[in-house]
């Protein structure tokens, strides 16, 4: 089944900086991969995906990359602000007997200090 | 998290005992998830349904049993609670199998001592 591996576990940076997160998987025939942001006591909540078909996506100050031959993606935060602070997920589709679910990463903590 | 609630939010019980935690939408949403989050774990996918008193297993389903007798309700229960399972639990809905992404409850605590 689909393995997702994400780095790093913590990340600290200071407000305006960019922060780059990096997540790979083994399942070639995964084709959908979003990225969530979950805040202290909330559950997590889609920022942005992408597709197998796309090889970058960017909404405002957050991209995503894609590079399905290395079986890599990205997510880049530009000009890091201190509400970005949370913990961030990456996800890759898998599949199992009946069908297919969201397999996760074990997580990002990012803290942007001011 | 509009849409999803999970009942309770927190819980606190003993070993040994059977727990029931229970996810509500109101997205008329086909697909329905519960994961466990557990620190240096993240998030791990334990029972899914893909429609009414259609599941399958997830890769962490031992000592876990769901069930979805109306498309708005996944009900996950703990036959026999051990205080592995303590953690915090999560309900997740997607309108299709992965077209829209899933959208999260708000989680349920659940200590077992």
């Known amino acids: 089944g689909e393995n997702v591996e994400q780095h790093p576990s913590t990340l600290s940076v200071q407000e305006g900086d960019s922060a780059v997160i990096k997540c790979t998987y083994s399942?070639?025939?995964?084709?959908?991969f979003p990225w969530y942001k979950q805040e202290l006591g909330k559950g997590p909540q889609l920022i942005i995906d992408i597709r197998s078909n796309v090889g970058e996506k960017k909404d405002q100050r957050i991209a995503v990359t894609l590079n399905k031959t290395a079986k890599h993606f990205s997510l880049h935060i530009t000009e890091t602000q201190p509400e970005d602070s949370a913990v961030y997920f990456c996800a890759a589709s898998g599949t199992n007997q009946a069908g297919t679910a969201l397999i996760f990463g074990k997580g990002t903590t990012l803290s942007v200090s001011s | 998290d509009a849409g999803i609630t999970q009942s309770p939010r927190h819980k606190v019980t003993e070993t040994g005992t059977p727990v029931t935690l229970r996810c509500h939408q109101t997205?008329?949403?086909?697909?329905m998830y519960w994961y466990r989050q557990d620190p240096g774990h993240g998030l791990r996918l334990i029972h899914y349904s893909y429609g009414v008193k259609d599941t399958d297993k997830g890769e962490v389903s031992d000592g876990y049993s769901v069930s979805r007798s109306k498309t708005e309700d996944f009900l996950l229960t703990l036959e026999s609670a051990t205080s592995s399972q303590t953690s915090v639990y999560f309900c997740a809905t997607a309108q299709g199998q992965l077209s829209y992404g899933y959208t999260f409850g708000s989680g349920t605590r659940l200590t077992v001592v």
């Open positions: 399942d070639s025939a995964s084709n959908y």
């Open positions: 997205e008329n949403h086909r697909y």
